[in-house]
């Protein structure tokens, strides 16, 4: 497993019993995850302390509880800066577990001894934008939703890079990378979020099952000849790291690298354990 445990604004606390407790900068958060089913006590005063609770609905969706929580608030991991709110479906806007994929790609980008053209698909609050950004690369920013990407570009202004190389664009990412091909462009590196299920601003429909080998497949035709990294994240549960090592060895099989796919997770203070977060795949050159 892949681990991010480099934060020191961030950690897992405890969980038990279908949530998390955790501790984003000076606050506590209590949400869902849908990986806890153990039922451990609760003997953490966090659980009873905490700043704002996500109570999930027996008939779908929940909705925030706070106790003095601010509306929105930044956390820092390495030189960048997150802006943070709740808001629906429990989301605050970061998932902290990618940092372990910010890492991995930046020292790529970094070492590479040439300029590096990264295009971030799924891109929501610019996380992965801001860490490759902030590694010297030239960054192109797709995400459907004009409310995320004005989000990104707000966590971009805190963290110093204003005025760094990053194309922002709300647009559907199928979309966007048909027309990158009949324009002929190509980038050096791309990383992809996709959702489990989601549409586009026009409605399209996004379906993780049956979408995202034709667009692994779509993204090899604007991946350059010396492509220097190409990964995928998923949150959904059907798509097993394994199932993400085929996908991208079958489709960059023409370029010289080497896949490894694993879950990615964050360590639990309480505990020394490690709570799963999703999976990645990661295609890097030879």
């Given at each position: 497993m892949w681990i991010a445990d480099q934060w020191k604004d961030y950690e897992v606390i405890d969980c038990s019993s279908g949530e998390k407790l955790e501790r984003w900068g000076n606050y506590t958060l209590v949400r869902p995850d849908p990986q806890v089913i153990w039922n451990t006590p609760k003997n953490d005063p966090g659980w009873k302390h905490k700043n704002g609770h996500y109570h999930r609905?027996?008939?779908?969706?929940?909705?925030?509880?706070?106790?003095?929580?601010?509306?929105?608030?930044?956390?820092?991991?390495?030189?960048?800066?997150?802006?943070?709110?709740?808001?629906?479906?429990?989301?605050?806007?970061?998932?902290?577990?990618?940092?372990?994929?910010?890492?991995?790609?930046?020292?790529?980008?970094?070492?590479?001894?040439?300029?590096?053209?990264?295009?971030?698909?799924?891109?929501?609050?610019?996380?992965?934008?801001?860490?490759?950004?902030?590694?010297?690369?030239?960054?192109?920013?797709?995400?459907?939703?004009?409310?995320?990407?004005?989000?990104?570009?707000?966590?971009?202004?805190?963290?110093?890079?204003?005025?760094?190389?990053?194309?922002?664009?709300?647009?559907?990412c199928v979309k966007f990378v048909e027309r990158e091909i009949r324009r002929g462009n190509t980038y050096d590196a791309i990383i992809m979020d996709p959702p489990s299920y989601g549409r586009g601003p026009k409605g399209e429909i996004w379906k993780i099952e049956d979408m995202i080998h034709p667009l692994i497949h779509l993204c090899t035709k604007i991946l350059s000849k010396d492509a220097l990294f190409f990964l995928v994240n998923s949150y959904t549960t059907g798509l097993a790291p394994a199932v993400l090592t085929y996908l991208i060895a079958t489709e960059l099989k023409d370029w010289n690298g080497h896949v490894e796919s694993q879950e990615i997770g964050l360590p639990v203070r309480n505990t020394g354990l490690v709570l799963p977060c999703g999976a990645s795949g990661r295609w890097v050159r030879k």
């Open positions: 609905s027996k008939k779908g969706g929940g909705e925030w509880e706070f106790f003095d929580l601010p509306q929105q608030w930044q956390i820092h991991y390495k030189s960048l800066t997150f802006n943070l709110k709740p808001f629906s479906f429990k989301h605050t806007g970061l998932f902290p577990e990618q940092a372990t994929n910010w890492d991995w790609f930046s020292d790529l980008i970094q070492n590479a001894d040439r300029p590096v053209k990264v295009l971030n698909l799924f891109a929501y609050t610019g996380g992965a934008t801001l860490a490759a950004a902030a590694a010297g690369a030239q960054v192109t920013h797709v995400d459907a939703s004009k409310g995320m990407v004005t989000w990104a570009k707000e966590n971009a202004v805190s963290s110093g890079l204003k005025d760094a190389p990053i194309r922002w664009l709300v647009d559907d």
